[in-house]
């Protein structure tokens, strides 16, 4: 049923998508950007949908209770717990790269800007779940100004970390336009 409805809302407003990396995953960090609005998340989900890709989100678990959880979980949520056995606190990351080795396959999709404001440094905990869960890092994008989804190129996590944020800002500087493009920038710190 989503797939139908997600096919007739991108048919009547003009959107159409494309995978420029041909096939990926079972497990991988799909990066999502520019993230200027909360639509990004309704367009995300029905390109993923379209091109077949079972894109998943990680929210804290303390989120997922009756009723949210019946809304939340057929989305793609998945919960992320950050307790330890010894009662010390997960960080993040940690907890992400964990929701790799409790599944088979995982697409999680992660938008590093971390906000719908402008914002001059990305958030970089992707990176860091990417290589402790020894994942790719798949980069996407909406361009709002084309109308279209874009599934656009594979990065594998290296020692470099600098290098590799050039690399992925070099990516954005080219590719996608937010629907508010003035709340869009690049991590200055790798430009």
Known sequence: MLKEVSKLIFKVNGWTYENQVGQFGPKCILVAAPHTSNWDYNHGLVFFEQMGIPAKIAMKKELFVFPI?????????????????????????????????????????????????????????????????????????????????????????????EQDMRTIMAFYKEHGVGKYPENFALDKRYI
């Open 69 to 161: 959880k019946q809304f939340i979980e057929p989305l793609g949520a998945l919960a992320i717990d950050r307790s330890h056995k010894d009662g010390m606190k997960k960080s993040s990351v940690e907890a992400m790269a964990d929701l790799f080795k409790e599944h088979d396959e995982l697409i999680l999709v992660i938008t590093p800007e971390g906000t719908r404001s402008k914002t001059d440094q990305w958030k970089t905990g992707f990176y860091h779940v990417a290589r402790l869960a020894n994942v790719p890092i798949v980069l996407s994008y909406l361009d709002y100004k084309e109308k279209k989804g874009v599934v656009g190129k594979i990065l594998h996590a290296s020692e470099d970390m």
